[in-house]
C-alpha cells in the first residue's frame, strides 16, 4: 500500500480546510473581537504548516493510489479535517472540552448537524459563520468524493450511479478527484449565492442568509439560531429553505451538466423521478394528516409544518419549523417514525445527503416487486433496471449486502449508546440520526431526550463515529477493521 500517496492528499486537503478558516478570522476582525480573530489565524497558520509539510514531505514518494488506498483515504480525510477543523472551536473556548469541540466538527463536516452548543444568538459571527463553513466544505467533499472516488470503488452498489460529469477512465486517482472538484466547485458556490439571496430576499439578514445557505445546500442543519428556522416564523423563509435542501439532494453532476445546456438530463434520471414522486407524495401526506388532526384554525399551518419537515427529513437536513417542547426545540406534526423512514432513505447518490440514498432504496423496492412476481411466475425472466440503465446481479446483492449491513450497524451503535447510560428510545433514535447525518431530528423525535451536550463522553465518541460510518458509505470503513485488508 502506497500510505505516501494517502498522506499527499490529506495535506492538501488540511491546506484548504486552514484557508476557509482566514474567513472567520476576517469576520472576527470586522466585527471588533480581536482575540477570536488571532485564534482563528493562529490555527489557519498551524493547520496550514501541518498539512503543507505533509504534502511537501510526501510529494516526491507519492505512488500508486488504488482501490486500497482510497479506502484509507476515504475514511481517514473527514477524521483528519475534524481534527484540524475543531481546533479553533476547542482555542475559542466555546466548545468546553477537546471531546466537544471534535463533535461538533465531525457533526459539520458529515453535515449531520447535531451540536453541543447553546446560546447561538449570543455567540460571535465567526463561531457561527465556521460552523456553516464547515458544513459547506463537507457538503462539497461528499459530493466529490461520491462522483470521483465512491462510485469507482463500487461501494454498496454504487456502480449504478448515474453521473453526467466524464468518467475520466485512465486517469489517476488524485487527478481525477481534483478535476471533479473543479468541474463541481462553481456549480456548488453559485446554487450558494442563489440561496443566500432567496433567504436575503424573504427576509433574513444577510449574515443569516448566508450561514443557512451554506447549511441548507450541504443538507447540515446547521442554524444561527437555538430555536432553529422556528425562530424566524416565516413562511416565506421556509419555501425558499425547502427549494435550497430540494436542490442539495438532488446529483450535482446533473446540475453541472444543466449548466452546460444539457436540460434533458433531469428527463433521463431515475432519482429525479423518484424524488419527484417522494415530494409529491410528502405534500399529499401533509395535507392529509392535516385534515385528520388539525385544530379548528390551524389547517395551513399543520400543512406548512408537516411538509417542511418531511422534506427536511427526506433531505437529511434536521430543520424544524416548530418550536415547542424541551428547550424550545421543534416538535413536529410530522409522526417521528414517517421522519425516521424518511432520513434513512435520504437523498440521490452524488448529492450532499446522508441516508441510504434514493437509488438503492429504489433496487431494493423492485427487487422485492420482482421476488412476489416470480411466486406466479417462477420461470419467467424480469429484468430490473433503473431508469435506462439495467441493473446486473452483482449490483442488486451488493445493495442487499449494504443494508444488512446498515441495520447491524445501527443495532450496534444504539447498543452501545445504551451501554453508556443512554434510554432506549433515545439510543436507537440517536443511532438512526448518526449514521443518517440527520442530528437535529433528535428533539422532534424523542422530545425527552438529553441534549448533545449533556450525553457521556463515551456517547459522543460512538454517535461521532456513527456519523463517520454514515458518511463514508459503512463499508469503506467496515474495510479498513478487515485483518485481510492490511494482508494484501
Given at each position: 500500500?502506497s500510505y505516501t500517496?494517502?498522506?499527499h492528499c490529506?495535506g ?14 476576517l469576520t ?10 488571532w ?5 489557519a ?12 514531505v ?24 475534524a481534527v484540524?477543523g475543531a ?10 472540552r477537546p ?15 447535531a ?15 465556521w ?5 459547506w ?9 461520491a462522483?470521483?472516488?465512491?462510485s ?13 460529469l466524464p468518467r ?24 450558494t ?11 433574513m ?23 432553529g ?7 416565506v ?20 451538466a444543466v ?17 419527484a ?6 405534500v399529499?401526506a ?5 385534515l ?9 399551518t399543520?400543512?406548512?409544518e ?9 433531505t ?64 419467467g ?17 451488493s445493495v442487499?449486502?449494504?443494508f444488512f ?8 451503535t444504539?447498543l452501545a449508546?445504551?451501554?453508556f ?21 433528535l ?14 463522553d ?9 456519523m463517520?460510518?454514515?458518511r ?14 492490511w494482508?494484501?
Amino acid at each position: 500500500m502506497s500510505y505516501t500517496s494517502v498522506f499527499h492528499c490529506l495535506g492538501w486537503a488540511v491546506v484548504l480546510l486552514a484557508a476557509l478558516m482566514l474567513l472567520p478570522a476576517l469576520t472576527a476582525m470586522l466585527d471588533g473581537n480581536t482575540s477570536l480573530a488571532w485564534t482563528f489565524a493562529a490555527s489557519a497558520v498551524l493547520s496550514g504548516f501541518f498539512g503543507a509539510g505533509f504534502a511537501m514531505v510526501t510529494r516526491l514518494e507519492a505512488g500508486q493510489f488504488g482501490k486500497r488506498e482510497g479506502f484509507m483515504f476515504l475514511v481517514l480525510i473527514w477524521l483528519v479535517l475534524a481534527v484540524f477543523g475543531a481546533v479553533p472551536l476547542h482555542f475559542s473556548g466555546f466548545a468546553g472540552r477537546p471531546i466537544d469541540a471534535f463533535f461538533e466538527a465531525i457533526s459539520g463536516l458529515t453535515t449531520t448537524g447535531a451540536t453541543v452548543f447553546d446560546g447561538l444568538e449570543n455567540m460571535p459571527p465567526a463561531i457561527l459563520l465556521w460552523r456553516a463553513l464547515l458544513q459547506w466544505g463537507g457538503g462539497l467533499l461528499s459530493i466529490v468524493l461520491a462522483v470521483s472516488l465512491i462510485s469507482h470503488l463500487g461501494i454498496g452498489g454504487m456502480e449504478a450511479f448515474q453521473s453526467a460529469l466524464p468518467r475520466g477512465e485512465g486517469a489517476s486517482q488524485p487527478a481525477r478527484m481534483l478535476q471533479t472538484a473543479q468541474d463541481l466547485f462553481w456549480i456548488y458556490v453559485l446554487l450558494t449565492l442563489f440561496g443566500a439571496l432567496a433567504l436575503l430576499a424573504a427576509g433574513m439578514s444577510a449574515f443569516d442568509a448566508l450561514c443557512h445557505a451554506f447549511t441548507a445546500i450541504s443538507t447540515g442543519g446547521f442554524s444561527t439560531r437555538d430555536g432553529g428556522i422556528a425562530a424566524f416564523n416565516s413562511p416565506v423563509i421556509e419555501l425558499a429553505l425547502m427549494a435550497i435542501m430540494i436542490l442539495g439532494a438532488m446529483n450535482f453532476t446533473l446540475h453541472w451538466a444543466v449548466f452546460h445546456g444539457r436540460f434533458r438530463v433531469f428527463r433521463e434520471n431515475a432519482e429525479v423521478y423518484y424524488l419527484a414522486i417522494a415530494l409529491v407524495l410528502i405534500v399529499v401526506a401533509g395535507i392529509g394528516l392535516a385534515l385528520i388532526g388539525s385544530t379548528e384554525g390551524r389547517f395551513v399551518t399543520d400543512v406548512r409544518e408537516s411538509v417542511f419537515v418531511a422534506v427536511s427529513a427526506l433531505t437529511t437536513t434536521g430543520f424544524s419549523n416548530r418550536q415547542t417542547g424541551i428547550s424550545g426545540l421543534a416538535a413536529p406534526a410530522l409522526a417521528p417514525i414517517l421522519i425516521i423512514g424518511l432520513v434513512l432513505v435520504g437523498g440521490a447518490a452524488g448529492s450532499t445527503t446522508g441516508g441510504m440514498r434514493l437509488m438503492r432504496a429504489a433496487i431494493l423496492f423492485k427487487q422485492a416487486l420482482r421476488e412476489l412476481w416470480r411466486i406466479s411466475h417462477p420461470h419467467g425472466v424480469h429484468p430490473l433496471s433503473l431508469g435506462k440503465m439495467r441493473i446486473q446481479n452483482p449490483i442488486i446483492w451488493s445493495v442487499w449486502s449494504f443494508f444488512f449491513i446498515l441495520i447491524l450497524v445501527l443495532a450496534a451503535t444504539a447498543l452501545a449508546l445504551a451501554f453508556f447510560g443512554m434510554p432506549a428510545d433515545v439510543a436507537v433514535v440517536a443511532a438512526v440520526l448518526a449514521i443518517s447525518n440527520a442530528g437535529p431530528f433528535l428533539h422532534s423525535i424523542v422530545p425527552a431526550a438529553p441534549g448533545y451536550a449533556d450525553m457521556p463522553d463515551g456517547a459522543k465518541y460512538v454517535l461521532a463515529l456513527g456519523m463517520l460510518a454514515g458518511r463514508v458509505e459503512l463499508l469503506a470503513l467496515l474495510s479498513l477493521l478487515n485483518p485481510a485488508y492490511w494482508r494484501r
